[in-house]
């Protein structure tokens, strides 16, 4: 009874506006900064001087749903499923798939090799390896902390240390450009 009213009450609270704005203020600052870079550019190619802006909005109007749903979830529930150490090292293991794939599948594109072209969508994998490396920092950190081992040096602080150096130092070496 008591962690039903614990959810009740995390779900009644209202979203931190001064964060909500702050985060509005820079997608505004985001977009006039890249009208403005990315105008001349747009029209000596061809297109409307709001090219770019439009595929940007869009983007972050995506990027606003997303945030709505993730608000909407109730993580204690899902707790179990995603804070376990099963779950926790496959999603390491994708990360350092991913890492390693562009190695293998990546396409070059301005002396740099950082993308994987899957159909008509090209993917960066670097950029879900920082979402992930959230993810499994956090993970290991509630882990840690449930099971008493968070102080233990090696355990606590240098396993998760070195996990993270050696899939950082992955994506740097794959990605050296």
């Known amino acids: 009874m008591g962690g039903q009213s614990i959810r009740k009450k ?3 609270t209202k979203p931190d506006y001064s964060f909500l704005i ?3 203020a820079i997608t505004v600052v985001g977009l006039l900064t890249l009208l403005s870079a990315s105008a001349p550019k747009a029209i000596a190619s061809g297109y409307s001087n709001y090219y770019y802006v439009k595929k940007q909005v869009s ?3 995506i990027g606003l749903v997303f945030a709505i749903v993730v608000y909407n979830i109730d993580f204690v529930k899902y707790k179990k499923l995603f804070v376990n150490k099963t ?4 999603v390491y293991a994708v990360l350092l798939a991913l890492t390693l794939s562009v190695k293998f599948f990546g396409q070059e594109g301005k002396g740099a090799i950082r993308w994987i072209k899957l159909g008509p ?3 960066q994998p670097s950029e879900l390896v920082k ?3 959230i993810y499994f920092v956090a993970a290991y950190s509630t882990i840690a902390i449930e ?3 968070i102080k ?4 606590g602080i240098m396993l998760p240390l070195a996990l993270v150096g050696i899939l950082l130092g992955l994506t740097y070496k794959v990605q050296n450009h």
Do not use: C, D, H, P
């Open 10 to 12: 995390i779900r009644k």
């Open 22 to 24: 702050s985060s509005i």
């Open 59 to 61: 983007i972050a109007i």
């Open 87 to 90: 779950t926790m090292y496959i």
């Open 121 to 123: 969508v090209q993917l």
């Open 131 to 133: 979402v992930g490396l």
């Open 147 to 149: 099971e008493g081992y």
């Open 152 to 155: 233990k040096f090696w355990k």
